[in-house]
């Protein structure tokens, strides 16, 4: 999460937990990715770019999210 953080993402968390001090997946949609940038199309792709930085066991992230809007 830190290295979308560093590109000025906003990571939410949704299903985490902190265990024994580390951050845990509790199960569910966990975090989310946003971008602000100045056209959706933009801020879609970067936020996917750090959607595919974030890496724990199981992980998986959805790429079809705003596909619509984008292919207006």
């Known amino acids: ?26 199960g569910g949609r966990v ?3 946003m971008a602000m940038e100045s056209d959706f199309e933009t801020a879609a792709s970067v936020a996917q ?6 890496k724990f066991e199981g992980a998986f992230y959805r790429k079809d999210i705003g596909f619509r809007v984008v292919s207006r």
């Open 1 to 26: 999460m830190d290295a979308a953080e560093n590109l000025g993402l906003t990571v939410f968390h949704a299903g985490t937990t902190l265990k024994d001090d580390t951050l845990v997946s509790n």
């Open 31 to 33: 975090l989310a990715v």
């Open 49 to 54: 770019k750090g959607a595919a930085m974030i």
